[in-house]
Protein backbone atom coordinates (compact mmCIF):
# COMPACT_ATOMS: atom_id res chain seq x y z
CA UNK A 1 0.00 0.00 0.00
CA UNK A 2 2.55 2.18 1.04
CA UNK A 3 4.14 1.50 -2.53
CA UNK A 4 0.69 2.05 -4.28
CA UNK A 5 0.36 5.77 -2.15
CA UNK A 6 4.23 6.19 -3.69
CA UNK A 7 3.42 5.91 -6.84
CA UNK A 8 0.16 7.93 -6.80
CA UNK A 9 2.57 11.05 -5.37
CA UNK A 10 4.74 10.40 -8.73
CA UNK A 11 1.78 10.28 -10.87
CA UNK A 12 0.61 13.73 -10.51
CA UNK A 13 3.49 15.76 -9.85
CA UNK A 14 1.85 18.86 -10.15
CA UNK A 15 -0.48 18.22 -7.74
CA UNK A 16 1.86 16.74 -5.51
CA UNK A 17 4.18 20.20 -5.65
CA UNK A 18 0.68 22.49 -5.00
CA UNK A 19 0.07 20.10 -1.55
CA UNK A 20 3.99 20.64 -0.56
CA UNK A 21 4.55 24.05 -1.33
CA UNK A 22 0.83 24.74 0.48
CA UNK A 23 2.26 22.81 3.75
CA UNK A 24 5.48 24.30 3.35
CA UNK A 25 4.42 27.91 2.78
CA UNK A 26 1.98 27.50 6.22
CA UNK A 27 5.37 26.51 8.07
CA UNK A 28 7.37 29.17 6.95
CA UNK A 29 4.83 31.71 7.89
CA UNK A 30 4.17 30.32 11.20
CA UNK A 31 7.96 29.62 12.30
CA UNK A 32 8.60 33.22 11.13
CA UNK A 33 6.16 34.81 13.03
CA UNK A 34 7.08 33.15 15.99
CA UNK A 35 10.75 33.68 15.33
CA UNK A 36 10.49 37.57 15.28
CA UNK A 37 8.38 37.51 18.20
CA UNK A 38 11.00 35.11 19.94
CA UNK A 39 13.94 36.18 18.33
CA UNK A 40 13.03 40.13 19.60
CA UNK A 41 12.93 39.02 23.10
CA UNK A 42 15.91 36.88 23.11
CA UNK A 43 17.58 39.66 21.36
CA UNK A 44 16.54 42.40 23.99
CA UNK A 45 17.40 39.86 26.83
CA UNK A 46 20.89 39.33 25.57
CA UNK A 47 21.12 42.97 25.24
CA UNK A 48 20.17 44.66 27.83
CA UNK A 49 20.55 41.62 30.73
CA UNK A 50 23.23 40.03 29.22
CA UNK A 51 25.14 42.72 27.93
CA UNK A 52 24.74 45.65 30.33
CA UNK A 53 23.40 44.32 33.84
CA UNK A 54 24.25 40.25 33.74
CA UNK A 55 22.76 37.52 34.30
CA UNK A 56 23.83 37.67 37.95
CA UNK A 57 24.25 40.17 39.83
CA UNK A 58 25.86 40.66 44.10
CA UNK A 59 24.90 42.77 46.11
CA UNK A 60 24.82 43.92 49.94
CA UNK A 61 21.81 42.07 51.28
CA UNK A 62 18.88 44.69 50.99
CA UNK A 63 20.39 46.62 48.34
CA UNK A 64 18.31 45.81 45.80
CA UNK A 65 15.29 47.01 47.60
CA UNK A 66 16.85 49.92 48.98
CA UNK A 67 19.68 51.28 46.00
CA UNK A 68 21.24 53.04 48.49
CA UNK A 69 25.14 53.65 48.73
CA UNK A 70 25.05 53.09 52.44
CA UNK A 71 23.98 49.55 51.17
CA UNK A 72 27.23 49.06 49.30
CA UNK A 73 29.65 46.14 49.36
CA UNK A 74 32.90 47.34 51.45
CA UNK A 75 35.31 45.31 48.94
CA UNK A 76 38.38 45.62 51.55
CA UNK A 77 37.02 43.51 54.32
CA UNK A 78 34.48 40.89 51.92
CA UNK A 79 35.74 38.05 50.54
CA UNK A 80 34.61 37.59 47.25
CA UNK A 81 37.35 34.97 46.11
CA UNK A 82 34.86 32.12 46.88
CA UNK A 83 32.37 33.82 44.73
CA UNK A 84 35.10 34.42 41.85
CA UNK A 85 36.23 30.97 41.98
CA UNK A 86 33.00 29.16 41.61
CA UNK A 87 32.36 26.90 38.60
CA UNK A 88 31.12 28.77 35.58
CA UNK A 89 31.59 31.89 36.71
CA UNK A 90 34.36 34.54 34.32
CA UNK A 91 34.77 37.20 36.70
CA UNK A 92 33.40 39.57 39.34
CA UNK A 93 32.51 42.71 37.35
CA UNK A 94 33.20 45.99 40.52
CA UNK A 95 30.32 49.07 39.70
CA UNK A 96 29.31 51.93 41.83
CA UNK A 97 25.95 52.98 40.38
CA UNK A 98 24.60 55.33 41.93
CA UNK A 99 22.28 58.99 41.22
CA UNK A 100 23.72 62.87 40.65
CA UNK A 101 22.27 66.32 39.50
CA UNK A 102 24.17 67.00 36.74
CA UNK A 103 24.54 71.16 35.64
CA UNK A 104 25.70 72.54 32.47
CA UNK A 105 25.27 76.41 32.28
CA UNK A 106 21.71 76.98 33.43
CA UNK A 107 20.63 73.36 32.56
CA UNK A 108 20.25 70.40 34.99
CA UNK A 109 18.99 67.10 34.59
CA UNK A 110 19.57 63.97 36.62
CA UNK A 111 21.54 61.27 36.04
CA UNK A 112 22.51 57.75 36.34
CA UNK A 113 25.92 58.16 37.19
CA UNK A 114 27.80 54.38 36.74
CA UNK A 115 31.83 53.75 37.94
CA UNK A 116 33.28 51.33 35.49
CA UNK A 117 36.42 49.66 35.11
CA UNK A 118 35.90 49.14 31.04
CA UNK A 119 38.43 46.91 31.06
CA UNK A 120 36.63 44.19 32.79
CA UNK A 121 33.24 45.06 31.69
CA UNK A 122 30.45 43.67 29.85
CA UNK A 123 30.35 43.88 26.22
CA UNK A 124 27.47 46.16 26.46
CA UNK A 125 30.02 48.41 28.58
CA UNK A 126 32.92 47.90 26.32
CA UNK A 127 33.97 51.13 25.34
CA UNK A 128 35.07 51.26 22.45
CA UNK A 129 32.10 49.59 20.88
CA UNK A 130 29.67 51.79 21.69
CA UNK A 131 31.66 55.23 21.89
CA UNK A 132 30.04 57.50 18.64
CA UNK A 133 32.71 60.13 19.50
CA UNK A 134 35.90 60.71 21.46
CA UNK A 135 37.32 57.94 23.44
CA UNK A 136 37.73 55.31 26.42
CA UNK A 137 38.79 56.06 29.73
CA UNK A 138 41.30 53.61 31.74
CA UNK A 139 41.02 53.37 35.28
CA UNK A 140 43.07 56.66 36.55
CA UNK A 141 41.77 58.93 34.11
CA UNK A 142 39.17 61.79 34.97
CA UNK A 143 37.09 62.13 31.87
CA UNK A 144 33.66 60.86 31.55
CA UNK A 145 31.65 59.54 29.18
CA UNK A 146 27.69 60.62 28.57
CA UNK A 147 25.40 59.06 26.82
CA UNK A 148 24.05 60.27 23.47
CA UNK A 149 21.18 61.43 25.19
CA UNK A 150 22.95 63.60 28.16
CA UNK A 151 24.73 64.91 25.59
CA UNK A 152 21.95 66.04 23.27
CA UNK A 153 20.16 67.46 26.61
CA UNK A 154 22.88 69.75 27.36
CA UNK A 155 23.90 70.53 23.76
CA UNK A 156 27.75 69.91 25.01
CA UNK A 157 30.56 67.74 23.51
CA UNK A 158 33.96 66.49 24.04
CA UNK A 159 36.05 68.84 26.74
CA UNK A 160 33.10 70.17 27.80
CA UNK A 161 33.01 69.93 31.99
CA UNK A 162 29.81 68.90 33.92
CA UNK A 163 29.22 69.28 37.51
CA UNK A 164 27.67 66.44 39.53
CA UNK A 165 25.90 66.62 42.62
CA UNK A 166 24.75 64.47 44.90
CA UNK A 167 25.42 62.27 48.50
CA UNK A 168 28.05 59.90 48.72
CA UNK A 169 28.37 57.09 51.55
CA UNK A 170 26.54 57.83 54.39
CA UNK A 171 25.24 61.19 53.30
CA UNK A 172 28.96 62.55 52.30
CA UNK A 173 28.52 65.65 50.06
CA UNK A 174 29.34 64.30 46.03
CA UNK A 175 30.53 66.68 44.03
CA UNK A 176 32.74 66.46 40.82
CA UNK A 177 33.15 68.44 38.00
CA UNK A 178 34.43 66.02 35.23
CA UNK A 179 35.42 66.98 31.71
CA UNK A 180 33.68 64.77 28.72
CA UNK A 181 35.82 62.29 27.06
CA UNK A 182 33.53 60.48 25.22
CA UNK A 183 29.89 59.59 23.91
CA UNK A 184 28.67 57.03 23.89
CA UNK A 185 25.30 55.41 22.07
CA UNK A 186 23.77 52.61 24.44
CA UNK A 187 21.80 49.99 23.12
CA UNK A 188 18.95 50.31 26.05
CA UNK A 189 17.10 54.02 25.48
CA UNK A 190 16.67 54.21 28.79
CA UNK A 191 20.34 54.15 29.74
CA UNK A 192 20.96 56.17 26.70
CA UNK A 193 19.25 59.13 28.10
CA UNK A 194 20.47 59.25 31.64
CA UNK A 195 23.41 57.37 32.10
CA UNK A 196 27.09 58.75 33.26
CA UNK A 197 30.11 56.18 32.77
CA UNK A 198 33.65 57.86 34.74
CA UNK A 199 36.18 55.55 36.10
CA UNK A 200 35.61 53.42 38.87
CA UNK A 201 38.01 54.94 41.15
CA UNK A 202 36.68 58.72 40.32
CA UNK A 203 33.08 57.65 41.47
CA UNK A 204 34.51 55.87 44.67
CA UNK A 205 36.20 59.52 45.58
CA UNK A 206 33.28 61.48 44.71
CA UNK A 207 30.65 59.38 46.67
CA UNK A 208 32.97 59.10 49.45
CA UNK A 209 33.34 55.18 48.97
CA UNK A 210 36.32 54.28 48.97
CA UNK A 211 37.06 50.61 48.23
CA UNK A 212 33.51 49.82 47.69
CA UNK A 213 30.88 48.81 45.06
CA UNK A 214 26.53 48.66 44.77
CA UNK A 215 27.19 45.53 42.38
CA UNK A 216 29.37 42.83 41.54
CA UNK A 217 28.27 41.47 38.14
CA UNK A 218 28.96 38.02 37.55
CA UNK A 219 29.93 37.33 34.74
CA UNK A 220 30.15 33.81 33.43
CA UNK A 221 31.64 31.25 31.44
CA UNK A 222 30.62 30.94 27.71
CA UNK A 223 27.90 28.40 26.97
CA UNK A 224 27.00 28.20 30.66
CA UNK A 225 23.89 28.15 31.93
CA UNK A 226 23.64 31.40 34.44
CA UNK A 227 20.61 29.52 36.56
CA UNK A 228 22.73 26.83 37.61
CA UNK A 229 25.74 29.36 38.09
CA UNK A 230 23.17 31.19 40.16
CA UNK A 231 22.72 28.15 42.36
CA UNK A 232 26.22 27.56 43.10
CA UNK A 233 26.77 31.14 44.14
CA UNK A 234 23.64 31.12 46.38
CA UNK A 235 25.23 28.23 48.37
CA UNK A 236 28.68 29.42 48.16
CA UNK A 237 27.59 33.25 49.31
CA UNK A 238 28.30 34.87 52.42
CA UNK A 239 25.61 35.93 54.94
CA UNK A 240 25.95 39.75 54.13
CA UNK A 241 25.60 39.21 50.59
CA UNK A 242 22.86 38.34 48.17
CA UNK A 243 22.53 37.27 44.84
CA UNK A 244 19.74 38.09 41.99
CA UNK A 245 18.98 36.66 38.91
CA UNK A 246 18.45 38.95 35.76
CA UNK A 247 14.70 37.45 36.39
CA UNK A 248 14.08 38.81 40.07
CA UNK A 249 16.01 42.08 39.36
CA UNK A 250 13.97 42.59 36.29
CA UNK A 251 10.41 41.22 37.17
CA UNK A 252 9.14 44.09 34.61
CA UNK A 253 10.89 42.38 31.82
CA UNK A 254 9.05 38.81 32.32
CA UNK A 255 5.92 40.70 32.64
CA UNK A 256 6.11 42.05 29.66
CA UNK A 257 7.09 39.19 27.58
CA UNK A 258 4.41 36.97 29.04
CA UNK A 259 1.92 40.11 27.95
CA UNK A 260 3.52 39.90 24.69
CA UNK A 261 3.64 36.46 23.80
CA UNK A 262 0.00 35.92 24.84
CA UNK A 263 -0.80 38.35 22.44
CA UNK A 264 1.83 36.71 19.80
CA UNK A 265 -0.31 33.28 20.65
CA UNK A 266 -3.70 34.79 19.73
CA UNK A 267 -2.22 35.95 16.29
CA UNK A 268 -0.75 32.61 15.91
CA UNK A 269 -3.90 30.45 16.22
CA UNK A 270 -5.52 33.05 13.89
CA UNK A 271 -3.29 32.14 11.47
CA UNK A 272 -3.12 28.57 12.22
CA UNK A 273 -7.29 28.71 10.99
CA UNK A 274 -6.60 30.37 7.87
CA UNK A 275 -3.87 27.59 7.21
CA UNK A 276 -6.21 25.10 8.39
CA UNK A 277 -8.59 26.31 5.45
CA UNK A 278 -6.15 26.59 2.93
CA UNK A 279 -4.98 22.91 3.45
CA UNK A 280 -8.47 22.19 3.33
CA UNK A 281 -8.59 23.60 0.51
CA UNK A 282 -5.92 21.57 -1.52
CA UNK A 283 -7.49 18.43 0.28
CA UNK A 284 -10.87 19.07 -1.25
CA UNK A 285 -8.78 19.85 -4.75
CA UNK A 286 -7.73 16.48 -4.63
CA UNK A 287 -10.64 14.98 -4.09
CA UNK A 288 -12.46 16.33 -6.14
CA UNK A 289 -9.86 15.90 -9.36
CA UNK A 290 -9.66 12.39 -8.23
CA UNK A 291 -13.56 11.49 -8.28
CA UNK A 292 -13.62 9.25 -11.28
CA UNK A 293 -10.45 7.33 -10.49
CA UNK A 294 -11.57 7.05 -7.29
CA UNK A 295 -15.24 5.79 -8.77
CA UNK A 296 -13.34 3.29 -11.22
CA UNK A 297 -11.29 1.70 -8.41
CA UNK A 298 -13.79 1.19 -6.25
CA UNK A 299 -16.13 -0.63 -9.31
CA UNK A 300 -13.04 -2.70 -9.99
CA UNK A 301 -13.12 -3.85 -6.54
CA UNK A 302 -10.72 -2.27 -4.73
CA UNK A 303 -12.17 -2.15 -0.78
CA UNK A 304 -13.12 1.64 0.48
CA UNK A 305 -11.05 0.99 2.86
CA UNK A 306 -7.68 0.07 1.22
CA UNK A 307 -8.21 3.06 -0.69
CA UNK A 308 -8.98 5.61 2.14
CA UNK A 309 -5.57 3.95 3.94
CA UNK A 310 -3.85 4.97 0.86
CA UNK A 311 -4.88 8.01 0.11
CA UNK A 312 -4.34 8.91 3.99
CA UNK A 313 -0.69 7.90 3.48
CA UNK A 314 -0.16 10.13 0.18
CA UNK A 315 -1.38 12.61 2.24
CA UNK A 316 0.73 12.15 5.37
CA UNK A 317 3.81 11.60 3.13
CA UNK A 318 3.18 14.84 0.93
CA UNK A 319 2.23 16.64 4.56
CA UNK A 320 5.41 15.44 6.09
CA UNK A 321 7.56 16.27 3.02
CA UNK A 322 5.78 19.99 3.30
CA UNK A 323 6.45 20.32 6.69
CA UNK A 324 10.15 19.26 6.61
CA UNK A 325 11.39 21.12 3.62
CA UNK A 326 9.21 24.16 5.09
CA UNK A 327 11.24 23.68 8.65
CA UNK A 328 14.55 23.58 6.35
CA UNK A 329 13.61 26.49 4.12
CA UNK A 330 12.95 28.27 6.95
CA UNK A 331 16.02 28.09 8.72
CA UNK A 332 17.89 30.74 6.18
CA UNK A 333 15.55 33.30 6.77
CA UNK A 334 15.86 32.99 10.58
CA UNK A 335 19.64 32.96 10.49
CA UNK A 336 19.51 35.96 7.91
CA UNK A 337 17.43 37.98 10.12
CA UNK A 338 19.11 37.67 13.41
CA UNK A 339 22.02 38.68 11.76
CA UNK A 340 20.58 41.37 9.64
CA UNK A 341 17.84 42.53 11.89
CA UNK A 342 14.62 44.92 10.01
CA UNK A 343 15.43 48.54 10.97
CA UNK A 344 12.04 50.16 12.09
CA UNK A 345 11.63 53.78 11.23
CA UNK A 346 9.19 56.86 11.92
CA UNK A 347 6.27 56.08 13.95
CA UNK A 348 6.49 52.49 14.66
CA UNK A 349 10.24 53.06 15.80
CA UNK A 350 9.40 56.00 18.25
CA UNK A 351 6.77 53.82 19.62
CA UNK A 352 8.91 50.33 20.32
CA UNK A 353 11.61 53.07 21.92
CA UNK A 354 9.52 54.49 24.24
CA UNK A 355 9.02 51.06 25.76
CA UNK A 356 12.78 51.09 25.92
CA UNK A 357 13.15 48.56 23.57
CA UNK A 358 15.69 48.25 20.74
CA UNK A 359 13.69 49.39 17.22
CA UNK A 360 15.39 45.95 15.76
CA UNK A 361 13.32 43.18 14.58
CA UNK A 362 15.50 40.12 14.87
CA UNK A 363 14.44 36.24 14.67
CA UNK A 364 15.67 33.39 16.95
CA UNK A 365 17.00 30.54 15.49
CA UNK A 366 16.15 28.29 18.49
CA UNK A 367 15.08 24.82 16.16
CA UNK A 368 12.16 24.45 18.86
CA UNK A 369 10.13 26.68 16.88
CA UNK A 370 10.03 24.71 13.77
CA UNK A 371 9.46 21.82 14.77
CA UNK A 372 6.85 22.90 17.27
CA UNK A 373 4.80 24.73 14.40
CA UNK A 374 6.02 22.04 11.91
CA UNK A 375 4.70 19.26 13.57
CA UNK A 376 1.08 21.47 14.65
CA UNK A 377 0.74 21.95 11.15
CA UNK A 378 1.25 18.10 10.10
CA UNK A 379 -1.32 17.57 12.50
CA UNK A 380 -3.82 19.93 11.25
CA UNK A 381 -2.85 18.19 7.37
CA UNK A 382 -3.37 14.75 9.05
CA UNK A 383 -7.02 16.21 10.35
CA UNK A 384 -8.01 17.98 7.53
CA UNK A 385 -7.03 14.83 5.06
CA UNK A 386 -9.61 13.08 6.97
CA UNK A 387 -11.77 14.89 4.64
CA UNK A 388 -10.84 12.69 1.70
CA UNK A 389 -11.31 9.80 3.69
CA UNK A 390 -14.75 10.68 4.58
CA UNK A 391 -15.21 11.49 0.63
CA UNK A 392 -13.77 7.91 -0.29
CA UNK A 393 -16.06 5.98 2.50
CA UNK A 394 -19.53 7.25 1.23
CA UNK A 395 -18.49 7.38 -2.36
CA UNK A 396 -20.72 5.99 -5.20
CA UNK A 397 -18.83 4.73 -7.48
CA UNK A 398 -21.16 5.45 -10.27
CA UNK A 399 -21.99 9.18 -9.76
CA UNK A 400 -18.36 9.80 -9.20
CA UNK A 401 -17.48 7.63 -12.60
CA UNK A 402 -19.57 10.20 -14.54
CA UNK A 403 -19.10 13.51 -13.36
CA UNK B 1 -12.69 93.92 93.99
CA UNK B 2 -10.78 91.04 95.40
CA UNK B 3 -11.43 89.02 92.26
CA UNK B 4 -10.28 91.57 89.83
CA UNK B 5 -6.87 91.82 91.62
CA UNK B 6 -6.61 87.96 91.61
CA UNK B 7 -7.49 88.55 87.75
CA UNK B 8 -5.05 91.12 87.86
CA UNK B 9 -2.19 89.45 89.29
CA UNK B 10 -2.75 86.17 87.31
CA UNK B 11 -2.26 88.60 83.89
CA UNK B 12 0.05 90.33 85.37
CA UNK B 13 2.19 86.70 86.33
CA UNK B 14 1.72 85.38 83.19
CA UNK B 15 3.25 88.13 80.87
CA UNK B 16 5.84 87.88 83.75
CA UNK B 17 6.59 84.45 83.60
CA UNK B 18 6.51 84.95 79.26
CA UNK B 19 9.05 87.80 79.55
CA UNK B 20 10.81 86.14 81.54
CA UNK B 21 11.47 82.98 79.27
CA UNK B 22 12.07 85.54 75.98
CA UNK B 23 14.57 86.86 78.36
CA UNK B 24 16.37 84.16 79.39
CA UNK B 25 16.42 82.72 75.94
CA UNK B 26 18.22 85.78 74.70
CA UNK B 27 20.65 85.92 77.80
CA UNK B 28 21.62 82.33 77.15
CA UNK B 29 21.84 82.63 72.81
CA UNK B 30 23.60 85.73 73.85
CA UNK B 31 26.16 84.12 76.02
CA UNK B 32 26.55 81.21 73.97
CA UNK B 33 27.31 83.60 71.02
CA UNK B 34 28.94 86.75 72.56
CA UNK B 35 29.33 89.82 69.97
CA UNK B 36 31.26 87.50 67.71
CA UNK B 37 32.78 84.27 67.86
CA UNK B 38 35.35 82.44 65.92
CA UNK B 39 35.13 78.13 66.79
CA UNK B 40 37.17 75.49 65.91
CA UNK B 41 35.46 72.14 66.10
CA UNK B 42 35.38 68.38 65.26
CA UNK B 43 32.08 66.98 64.03
CA UNK B 44 32.39 62.93 64.22
CA UNK B 45 29.21 61.14 62.93
CA UNK B 46 29.17 57.54 64.01
CA UNK B 47 26.86 54.42 62.68
CA UNK B 48 26.70 50.94 63.05
CA UNK B 49 29.29 49.52 61.46
CA UNK B 50 31.22 53.32 60.43
CA UNK B 51 32.44 57.06 61.61
CA UNK B 52 33.78 59.40 59.76
CA UNK B 53 35.31 62.47 61.38
CA UNK B 54 35.40 66.41 59.93
CA UNK B 55 36.99 69.52 61.05
CA UNK B 56 35.30 72.85 60.67
CA UNK B 57 35.92 76.72 61.42
CA UNK B 58 32.36 78.58 62.37
CA UNK B 59 32.11 82.44 62.54
CA UNK B 60 29.26 84.57 63.94
CA UNK B 61 28.27 87.77 64.91
CA UNK B 62 24.99 88.69 65.70
CA UNK B 63 21.89 86.73 65.07
CA UNK B 64 22.29 87.16 61.03
CA UNK B 65 25.56 86.33 60.30
CA UNK B 66 27.43 83.17 60.72
CA UNK B 67 29.72 81.26 58.55
CA UNK B 68 31.20 77.03 58.63
CA UNK B 69 34.07 76.35 56.48
CA UNK B 70 35.09 72.34 56.31
CA UNK B 71 38.74 72.31 57.12
CA UNK B 72 38.83 68.32 56.49
CA UNK B 73 38.92 65.34 55.10
CA UNK B 74 40.51 66.54 51.95
CA UNK B 75 37.84 65.82 49.83
CA UNK B 76 35.24 68.21 51.60
CA UNK B 77 37.98 71.16 52.82
CA UNK B 78 37.16 74.26 51.33
CA UNK B 79 33.24 73.97 51.53
CA UNK B 80 31.66 76.60 52.93
CA UNK B 81 27.93 77.36 54.51
CA UNK B 82 27.12 81.14 55.12
CA UNK B 83 24.12 83.22 56.27
CA UNK B 84 23.70 86.35 55.52
CA UNK B 85 19.89 87.39 56.84
CA UNK B 86 18.01 85.69 54.97
CA UNK B 87 20.47 84.61 52.49
CA UNK B 88 22.38 81.07 52.79
CA UNK B 89 25.18 80.09 50.39
CA UNK B 90 26.85 77.03 50.12
CA UNK B 91 30.01 77.17 47.67
CA UNK B 92 31.52 74.12 46.63
CA UNK B 93 35.51 74.16 45.58
CA UNK B 94 34.79 70.64 43.92
CA UNK B 95 32.65 72.48 41.57
CA UNK B 96 33.64 76.10 41.68
CA UNK B 97 30.08 76.78 42.09
CA UNK B 98 28.06 79.06 44.56
CA UNK B 99 24.53 77.40 45.39
CA UNK B 100 21.55 79.24 47.33
CA UNK B 101 20.26 77.31 49.65
CA UNK B 102 16.28 77.71 51.31
CA UNK B 103 15.75 79.34 54.12
CA UNK B 104 14.19 75.75 55.88
CA UNK B 105 16.37 73.20 55.06
CA UNK B 106 15.17 69.79 56.51
CA UNK B 107 17.99 67.30 55.50
CA UNK B 108 20.63 66.73 57.36
CA UNK B 109 24.04 68.48 56.78
CA UNK B 110 26.43 66.63 55.41
CA UNK B 111 25.52 63.22 56.22
CA UNK B 112 25.81 64.28 59.90
CA UNK B 113 22.74 63.82 62.71
CA UNK B 114 22.60 68.08 62.30
CA UNK B 115 20.02 70.05 60.64
CA UNK B 116 21.14 72.37 58.39
CA UNK B 117 18.71 74.76 59.90
CA UNK B 118 20.24 73.84 63.69
CA UNK B 119 24.04 74.87 62.23
CA UNK B 120 23.29 78.07 59.86
CA UNK B 121 19.94 79.43 62.66
CA UNK B 122 22.19 78.48 65.59
CA UNK B 123 21.72 81.19 68.47
CA UNK B 124 18.16 82.68 66.62
CA UNK B 125 15.83 80.72 68.08
CA UNK B 126 14.42 84.07 69.89
CA UNK B 127 13.64 85.57 66.31
CA UNK B 128 11.51 82.74 64.95
CA UNK B 129 10.21 80.88 68.48
CA UNK B 130 8.13 82.21 71.04
CA UNK B 131 9.40 80.58 74.57
CA UNK B 132 7.29 79.87 77.78
CA UNK B 133 9.10 78.28 80.65
CA UNK B 134 6.98 74.99 81.33
CA UNK B 135 9.52 73.61 84.21
CA UNK B 136 12.36 72.96 85.95
CA UNK B 137 14.76 69.72 85.78
CA UNK B 138 17.88 69.08 87.03
CA UNK B 139 20.57 67.96 84.03
CA UNK B 140 23.99 66.65 84.74
CA UNK B 141 24.07 68.30 87.91
CA UNK B 142 22.28 71.32 87.13
CA UNK B 143 19.01 72.96 88.00
CA UNK B 144 17.84 73.98 84.46
CA UNK B 145 14.96 76.00 83.05
CA UNK B 146 12.90 73.46 80.67
CA UNK B 147 12.16 75.85 77.86
CA UNK B 148 8.98 74.99 75.33
CA UNK B 149 9.56 76.75 72.06
CA UNK B 150 6.84 77.14 69.26
CA UNK B 151 7.15 78.60 66.35
CA UNK B 152 6.11 81.95 65.55
CA UNK B 153 3.16 82.12 62.76
CA UNK B 154 4.89 82.28 59.15
CA UNK B 155 8.30 81.69 60.61
CA UNK B 156 10.74 79.96 58.44
CA UNK B 157 11.46 77.02 60.34
CA UNK B 158 11.44 73.19 60.20
CA UNK B 159 10.47 72.08 64.02
CA UNK B 160 6.78 72.05 65.36
CA UNK B 161 8.06 72.20 68.77
CA UNK B 162 11.85 72.65 70.10
CA UNK B 163 12.24 72.00 74.19
CA UNK B 164 15.46 73.48 75.76
CA UNK B 165 17.30 72.67 78.42
CA UNK B 166 18.67 75.98 80.37
CA UNK B 167 21.16 76.11 83.37
CA UNK B 168 19.91 78.42 85.65
CA UNK B 169 23.16 79.78 87.49
CA UNK B 170 24.92 80.32 84.03
CA UNK B 171 22.34 80.16 80.88
CA UNK B 172 24.37 77.58 79.03
CA UNK B 173 21.84 75.68 76.86
CA UNK B 174 22.28 71.46 78.85
CA UNK B 175 20.25 70.10 76.21
CA UNK B 176 17.36 70.11 73.66
CA UNK B 177 14.50 68.13 72.34
CA UNK B 178 13.50 68.84 68.70
CA UNK B 179 9.97 67.68 66.72
CA UNK B 180 8.24 67.92 63.91
CA UNK B 181 4.72 69.75 63.35
CA UNK B 182 3.07 66.11 64.96
CA UNK B 183 4.81 65.97 67.93
CA UNK B 184 7.19 63.50 67.68
CA UNK B 185 10.69 63.46 68.71
CA UNK B 186 13.14 63.86 65.79
CA UNK B 187 16.40 64.76 67.40
CA UNK B 188 17.93 65.30 71.17
CA UNK B 189 20.35 67.43 71.82
CA UNK B 190 23.11 66.94 74.85
CA UNK B 191 25.18 69.24 75.99
CA UNK B 192 28.59 68.21 78.74
CA UNK B 193 31.71 68.74 79.37
CA UNK B 194 31.51 72.58 80.78
CA UNK B 195 35.51 74.04 79.55
CA UNK B 196 36.41 77.66 79.75
CA UNK B 197 36.78 79.36 76.25
CA UNK B 198 38.27 82.40 76.00
CA UNK B 199 36.64 83.25 79.52
CA UNK B 200 33.40 81.64 79.08
CA UNK B 201 32.28 78.34 80.74
CA UNK B 202 30.87 76.31 78.05
CA UNK B 203 29.93 72.63 76.66
CA UNK B 204 33.00 71.37 75.30
CA UNK B 205 31.29 68.50 73.82
CA UNK B 206 27.78 68.79 71.97
CA UNK B 207 26.01 65.31 71.20
CA UNK B 208 23.25 65.04 68.38
CA UNK B 209 21.10 61.85 68.60
CA UNK B 210 18.31 60.78 66.19
CA UNK B 211 15.97 59.01 67.90
CA UNK B 212 14.68 56.89 65.42
CA UNK B 213 17.98 54.97 65.92
CA UNK B 214 19.81 54.33 68.75
CA UNK B 215 23.54 53.73 67.41
CA UNK B 216 23.87 56.58 65.20
CA UNK B 217 24.21 60.20 66.35
CA UNK B 218 27.07 62.76 66.15
CA UNK B 219 29.37 64.74 68.30
CA UNK B 220 30.78 68.29 67.63
CA UNK B 221 33.77 68.60 69.78
CA UNK B 222 34.99 72.46 70.15
CA UNK B 223 38.28 72.77 70.00
CA UNK B 224 39.10 76.58 70.94
CA UNK B 225 36.28 79.72 71.10
CA UNK B 226 37.57 82.94 70.52
CA UNK B 227 35.16 85.73 72.02
CA UNK B 228 37.31 88.88 71.44
CA UNK B 229 38.70 89.11 67.73
CA UNK B 230 36.69 91.41 65.91
CA UNK B 231 34.91 90.00 62.30
CA UNK B 232 34.04 92.80 60.39
CA UNK B 233 30.47 92.58 58.39
CA UNK B 234 31.93 92.41 55.16
CA UNK B 235 33.32 88.75 55.27
CA UNK B 236 29.90 87.35 55.53
CA UNK B 237 29.24 88.69 52.02
CA UNK B 238 28.85 86.54 48.72
CA UNK B 239 31.92 87.83 47.04
CA UNK B 240 33.76 87.06 50.26
CA UNK B 241 32.64 82.76 50.34
CA UNK B 242 35.91 82.04 47.92
CA UNK B 243 38.05 83.60 50.16
CA UNK B 244 36.85 82.62 53.97
CA UNK B 245 39.62 80.66 55.72
Request: with cysteine; proline share 4%; glycine share 8%.
Amino acid sequence: MLKLAWRNIWRNKGRSIITIAAVMFCVIFAVVLRSFQVGVWENMIHEIVGNNFGYLQVHQKGFWGDQSLDRSIDLSSTNVNPLESAEGVDRLIPRLESFSLLYHGSNTKGALVMGINPETELPGLQLHDILIEGRSFSNNDSVIVVSEGLATYFKVGLGDTLLFMGQGFHGAAAYGAFPIGGIARMTNPELNKQLVLMPLSKAQYMYNSENRATTLVVAIDDGTDYAAVGDILKKTTSKSLEILEWKELFPEIIQTIEVDMAGGRIFVTILYFIISFVLLGTVIMMVAERQREFGILVSIGMRRSTLAIVTMLENIILIMGGAIVGMAVVKPIQFYFKYNPIDLSGQMKEAIEQYNFEPKLYTTTSFIINLNHGTIIFCIGVLVSLYAVWKIMKLNPIESMRS
Amino acid sequence: MKRVLLLLLLFFHSSLFAQDAVSILKKSEAYLRGAQSTAEMSITTVRPSWERTMTAKLWNKGTEMSCILITGPKRDAGTVFMKNGEDIWNFVPAIKKLIALPAALVQNWMGTDISNDALINAGSLTVDYTPSVIGSKVISGQDCWVLELLPKPDAPVVWGKVIAFIDKASYVQLGGEFYDEDNFLITEMQASELTQFDGRKLPKIIKMIPSEDTESYTIIRYESVDFTTPIPDSFFTKSNIKNVK
